[in-house]
């Protein structure tokens, strides 16, 4: 394992198979210190543009290639990304600023996507439909072409993965533009790792720009004529952006955005394995997870018993660098990200929250925070904090558990925590998210399952063979055998 930070220097930019040199580069920090990890390929639009061409040009033979042979490369890709695990956790920890245990399962859960995906292979079936005119009539899955794909920073590895690697089982190639606070975890990286597997030339691409380029290279991936779908996993506001960029150009989109993810802890609940399964859910990479616990809806009656045991493990949580293997909570992402959690803890504050435990900041820092006395006036109510602070209210009733829940423009996941598993589901149908678990808390995925929210969460479903929804048209196809008649005179 390569312990201490150092600097990198990327090969270029991933185009038509090879590294080529950007113009211009931009500075990608390690948000421990805010020191150089390194000096980024910042592309321009003529860059992106001469990606999609490469992609277009490489996507008829990689389309082409039997079900098998994908399928084969995809396994390929598997086994090169475990051999280099240990670099992607370097990446994660020293760009990304991530703690080392997040870096340690999030590179072992990759190489299951990439599986996954090559057993997707196998999955693109279609169906033979009923004729009334006696015909053989058929449903059949064709790729799309070109897919675009715009990855965040919070998780460089799974995130990216999961938003090409079934685009590839499909037969489509594939432009991929990373987030600028993670360029070489979740972009260049995975070019090296692909290039390495054997991945035809052209077949996947990456174009890393900077936060001052994202709008004219992001435009021109979304909006170019060659490119069919898009993908893209990031901010509600960006994804909104997006869609309707999508929408405007006629284009695919699957979307996963934003949460802000409920955890109800019923009066019958086990409150140990609640309050460890919150912290868990509240603090995990500084809170920086789509699906973090944001709420914590605590009936009443043990709302003073929770809170106690809840607490009592957050502050056996350590906050500083990643580089210190004893820290649990590294740094935000970025300076910007830090100053936007502060804001909205003191804008609490101002309003009448109470701090029960934590409330400190420094530098790209902020130490697992819980607000209490939490009302739909604060900003932190609403919005998405993307960092280590939850809002814990009490309710009475199930009813009013619910409504707790329901209160925001988000739906993407909810927990419940109950003895009672009847009681859970009949609850879990009424809660408005694409995803609920019971007895566990809110960060859940694996590669095979429907992955995805409602409302402001997003559009589409990640994983399994719902990928192949995203990735994939519908073709009818039909063959005639003389027994079609036509009205006299045709």
Known sequence: ???????????????????????????????????LYADMPDASRSDMTRAIEAAHAAYPAWAALTFDQRAQ??????????????????????????????????????????????????????????????????????????????????????????????????????????????????????AEVLEEAGVPPGVFNVVTCSRESVSE?????????????????????????????????????????????????????????????????????????????????????????????????AAKLRTGPVSDKGNHIGPLVNTRQAKRVAALIEDAKAKGATVAHGGRYWDNFVEPTVLTNVTSSMNIWNDE???????????????????????????LTAAIWTADEQRALRMAGLLETGMVHVNDQNINDEPVVPFGGVKASGVGRYGGRWSLEAFTELRWITLERGGRHYPPGF
């Not at 695990?85 to 245990?101: L, P, Q, T």
């Not at 715009?150 to 533009?177: E, F, Q």
């Not at 992001?218 to 901010?235: M, Q, R, Y």
């Open 217 to 313: 290279v992001g435009d021109e991936l979304i909006e170019h004529p060659l490119v069919k779908a898009i993908s893209f996993t990031g901010s509600t506001a960006v994804g909104r952006h997006i869609a309707a960029k999508c929408g405007a150009h006629l284009k695919k989109c699957c979307v996963e955005l934003g949460g802000k993810d409920s955890m109800i802890v019923l009066e019958d609940a086990d409150l140990d394995k609640a309050a460890q399964a919150a912290n868990f859910g509240c603090f995990m990479h500084q809170g920086q997870v789509c699906m973090s616990t944001e709420k914590l809806l605590v009936h009443e009656s043990v709302y003073q018993p929770f809170m106690q045991k809840f607490i009592d493990r």
């Open 73 to 190: 490369t995809l396994l390929k890709v598997a086994e090169v990304w475990e051999r280099r695990k240990e670099e992607f956790i370097h990446a994660v920890m020293h760009e990304g600023g991530g703690w080392y245990g997040k870096g340690v399962f999030e590179a072992g859960f990759v190489a299951g996507i990439f599986r996954t995906a090559a057993a997707l292979c196998y999955q693109s079936v279609g169906e033979v439909l009923p004729s009334a005119d006696h015909k053989v009539s058929m449903a059949m899955r064709v790729p799309v072409g070109v897919v675009g794909v715009i990855s965040p920073w919070n998780m460089p590895g799974i995130l990216t993965s999961r938003g090409y690697a079934a685009a590839l089982a499909a037969g489509n190639a594939v432009v991929l533009k990373p987030s600028e606070d993670t360029p070489y975890s979740g972009g260049l990286y995975h």
């Open 385 to 411: 904090t993307f960092g280590p602070v939850v809002a814990v209210s009490s309710f009475r009733t199930e009813a009013e558990a619910i409504a707790l829940n329901n209160d925001t423009e988000y739906g």
């Open 1 to 35: 394992m390569l312990d201490a930070p150092l600097k990198r220097t990327p090969k270029g930019l991933f185009i038509g198979g090879k590294w080529v040199p950007a113009a211009r580069t931009f500075p990608d920090l390690n948000p421990s210190d805010n020191s």
